[in-house]
T-cell receptor, first 109, second 114 residues
């Protein structure tokens, strides 16, 4: 069964700092990997989708990488802002989506 | 299109009652997923549909849970004889068919069983 792990579980940074969130998965036979943002009590907002054949995907201040062979993905957030405070979830896709437990990010003004 | 819509947003029910949730996916999406999320955890897979066919069910989906998507459009998730352990956020997602398609989630239904 696919296991997805996210490190760290929580992260607190001052505004303006660049940061990296990590996601690892045990089975490299995935179709794609998606990063989501979740605000407290809310649903999931899709941030980036990386196809299994891709190495990297960028959207604004966000950059996600994928190393399928080693079972790892990173989400890089540049110049963090207080509005980035949320929980970030990665999900790997087989027939279903397998989620990690998320990284709770707090950006301090 | 307003995205994936879930109703109700919040539901408080007494233990032993039945509850039903509705999900309206993005209109052209033929795949629909149900997930459950408890506090501090990532979403856990419950079931998914392709059009009206229910293709996979998790072992988490006990006999008290049933999901339908009768015309391949909206879906309902019913929980019978609710238990306190059913308290969670129930999330619905939809996507186009295919391996490299993006999934979009609704805002969820927060269920509290008292």
């Amino acid at each position: 069964k696919q296991e997805v792990t996210q490190i760290p579980a929580a992260l607190s940074v001052p505004e303006g700092e660049n940061l990296v969130l990590n996601c690892s998965f045990t089975d490299s036979a995935i179709y794609n990997l998606q990063w989501f943002r979740q605000d407290p009590g809310k649903g999931l907002t899709s941030l980036l989708l990386i196809q299994s054949s891709q190495r990297e995907q960028t959207s604004g201040r966000l950059n996600a990488s994928l190393d399928k062979s080693s079972g790892r993905s990173t989400l890089y957030i540049a110049a963090s802002q207080p509005g980035d405070s949320a929980t970030y979830l990665c999900a790997v896709r087989g027939n279903q989506f397998y989620f990690g437990t998320g990284t709770s990010l707090t950006v301090i003004p | 299109d307003t995205g994936v819509s879930q109703d109700p947003r919040h539901k408080i029910t007494k233990r032993g009652q039945n509850v039903t949730f509705r999900c309206d996916p993005i209109s052209e999406h033929n795949r629909l997923y149900w997930y459950r999320q408890t506090l501090g955890q990532g979403p856990e897979f419950l079931t998914y549909f392709q059009n009206e066919a229910q293709l996979e069910k998790s072992r988490l989906l006990s006999d008290r849970f049933s999901a339908e998507r009768p015309k391949g459009s909206f879906s309902t998730l019913e929980i019978q004889r609710t238990e306190q352990g059913d308290s969670a956020m129930y999330l619905c997602a939809s996507s186009l068919e295919g391996r490299n398609t993006e999934a979009f989630f609704g805002q969820g239904t927060r269920l509290t069983v008292v």
